[in-house]
Every structure is written in C-alpha cells, then in structure tokens.
C-alpha cells in the first residue's frame, strides 16, 4: 500500500477517529499492539512492541496521531503516522528490541501568544515507564514535503550524541543533504522533548524539508532570540512549515517520494541500532 494512502486515511479526521484509523491499519496488517489509557486527561497511546523482552538498550521510534482542530491534518501529523506503519510492516515478522509509538495529545491544549502546553501523550509514557530501558528515541514530525533531512534540535554539544552519528553517517552513505538545526523548544517543539526531560538526551526528531526552502529557514533560526520568543513574537516560517495547523495542511502538497525516503532513513537506522557491531 502507497503511504501516501495511509495520510489520506486520517487526513481530515478528529484526533479519536485518527486514532482508530492507525488501530485498522494495525489489525490488517496482523499486527499487535496496545493501548496505554490516561483517563484524566484522556489520553490513548498506541505502542507496537517488537522487542521479545523488557530489557534494556530499546530504540524508540515515534510520531504523534493528533491533530490541531480545523486542519486536515496531512503533513502534521498524518505523514509520520504513514511512515511508522510502513515501518511495523516492514518489522512485523522480526523481534528486535524496537517499540513504535503513536502518541495522542501531542497538540497544544493549552495555547498562549507567549506559551503552548502539549506532549501529554509522551509524558504519560515517560512518566510510566523507567527511561533506563531506553537507548535512543527517533521521532517524527512533517516528512512529507522535501528531500532535506533535518535532525533537531541539535545544539552543540549534543552533535556528540549517538543518534546523531548515525543519521550522518546514514546521510553520507545515502548521499543525501543533512541539516542539523539547533531549534529552541519556545519556537517549535515535538515529542523529544519528553524524553530528554526524563534524562535520554539520546532524543531527536526528524523531518524532511524542501532543499530550496533551507537557506531561509537557516538564516530565520540564526535570528532568533528567548527574550524575543518569550515576548510572543515569533518569525513567520517559510512554507512548508507555515502550513502547519492550518487549512491548507492537505495531502495534495505531499509527496510519496519523501514519504518514501523517510522510510528507507527509518530501516537504515534500525539496521546500525540492531546490528551487534553497533558503536
């Protein structure tokens, strides 16, 4: 099945419906998973678990199934979502210490010109669950539009990370463009964050963008300042980016190509972090 198939199947739907959606997917494709349920605020995880014990040394990868109210919803997050199912059905017949995580509520609930609250699925899992048994977190977010791979945030010294390393050196091999944006959390934020609040630092996100759109995006993020963030006035993204939580977040925009690519990123990544040569 196309990826861009599983996008269209939760374009335009509440965050619920979406929701039951990558649970249809799960089951036609034979595979297992379960919910962790908060109730109070709601909250329905979906956890694929590859892993033939609970030890220690799992890889996460990620991608939240939400949605901002009034948007289709296609490259955030539905394009993530995709690209995780791909993944499950390229894992299904393999046990390896690997969980795929959709998470609910990543959305702000509570929105502010100066501040946004959201990562509710995240932390519930976080908070539930002991971070020692976890390695590395590869999370998701709008790949499908573009054929540059950024990886953030990505600060200085976190250019020492493991995940790092091997996402360039999976770039190098692919001969693909590699961008590492260190993007304060008060501009742009994902489910990483609950992780390396928690203590895995070892958490990034990825996201596909347009080649042609990078040197602006570049030069905006160099301008940015906290006491500026702090004020409310946050820079106007360049598209694809500026789409995001509105109408025009439509699957049209998207490309099966990137959605593809984001894929085959995913199983080189698994293929390092599983192999017992690993460093």
């Known amino acids: 099945m196309p990826l861009i198939d599983y996008v269209k199947l939760l374009e335009g739907k509440d965050s619920t419906s979406r929701g039951e959606q990558v649970q249809r997917v799960l089951k036609s494709l034979d595979i297992s998973y379960e919910i962790q349920e908060w109730r109070h605020p709601l909250i329905k995880n979906i956890i694929v678990n590859f892993s033939p014990t609970q030890g220690k040394n799992q890889i996460i990868f990620s991608a939240h199934f939400d949605v901002v109210k009034g948007s289709p919803g296609a490259n955030d997050n539905a394009s993530g979502v995709a690209v995780l199912l791909g993944l499950c059905q390229e894992l299904r017949q393999r046990h390896l210490p690997i969980r795929v995580i959709f998470f ?9 010109p100066i501040l946004k609250l959201g990562l509710l699925g995240s932390q519930c899992f976080v908070l539930t669950n002991d971070p020692r048994q976890f390695s590395a977190v590869y999370n998701l977010e709008f790949c499908g539009n573009g054929e540059c791979l950024t990886l953030w945030p990505v600060a200085p010294d976190d250019k020492r990370l493991p995940a790092v390393a091997r996402i360039e050196k999976i770039a190098a091999e692919m001969n693909l463009e590699l961008k590492l ?3 304060h959390w008060l501009l ?15 958490s990034v996100t990825l996201t596909l963008l347009p080649s ?12 940015l300042s906290i006491p500026g963030l702090l004020s409310g006035k946050k820079p106007v993204l360049p598209e694809p980016l500026s789409l995001l939580h509105s109408a025009e977040d439509t699957s049209w925009r998207l490309s099966e190509t990137s959605l593809q690519l984001m894929l085959l990123i995913l199983q080189k990544i698994v293929e390092i972090e599983t192999s017992p040569q690993k460093s």
């Open 212 to 223: 042609s759109r990078m040197a602006e995006l570049e030069r905006l993020i160099s301008r």
């Open 188 to 202: 742009l934020s994902s489910d990483h964050l609950s992780f390396r609040l928690r203590g895995i630092k070892n």
């Open 181 to 183: 944006a260190h993007v």
């Open 104 to 112: 609910d509520r990543e959305e702000a609930w509570i929105r502010t």
